[in-house]
């Protein structure tokens, strides 16, 4: 099986800083883009961040210069750096990688795999 798992959410006062972590486990043979998006109550999911397995970064506008994704191929892991943190930031975010990994009938498969998702609350 593949597994995802989310770490360094929490509370933090505007302009703080959190590192969120997503770490990804099991027989994979392969990872391509991982990124990072968050959903606020009430609303859609929205992309955060894009990192793909040659290091291209893609972002959205609202955090761009104040968040940085980065990942450690050698730990299969995916990182967000959160700095000057906002209210607006208020939500749960939740990584996303996909990858192949080898199945236990034998095959290998290709997926988009969805971290369990971590709450980032920011106020005063």
């Known amino acids: 099986q593949v597994q995802l798992v989310e770490s360094g959410g929490g509370s933090v006062q505007p302009g703080g800083s959190l590192r969120l972590s997503c770490a990804a486990s099991g027989s994979i043979f392969s990872i391509r883009t991982m990124g990072w998006y968050r959903q606020a109550p009430g609303k859609q999911r929205e992309l955060v961040a894009t990192i793909t397995s040659g290091g291209s970064s893609n972002y959205a506008d609202s955090v761009k210069g104040r968040l940085t994704i980065a990942r450690d191929n050698a730990k299969n892991t995916v990182y967000l750096q959160m700095n000057s943190l906002k209210a607006e930031d208020t939500a749960v975010y939740y990584c996303?990688?996909?990858?192949?990994?080898?199945?236990?009938?034998?095959?290998?498969?290709?997926?988009?795999?969805w971290g369990q998702g971590i709450q980032v609350t920011v106020s005063s």
């Open positions: 996303n990688v996909d990858l192949t990994y080898r199945r236990r009938d034998g095959y290998s498969t290709r997926g988009d795999y």
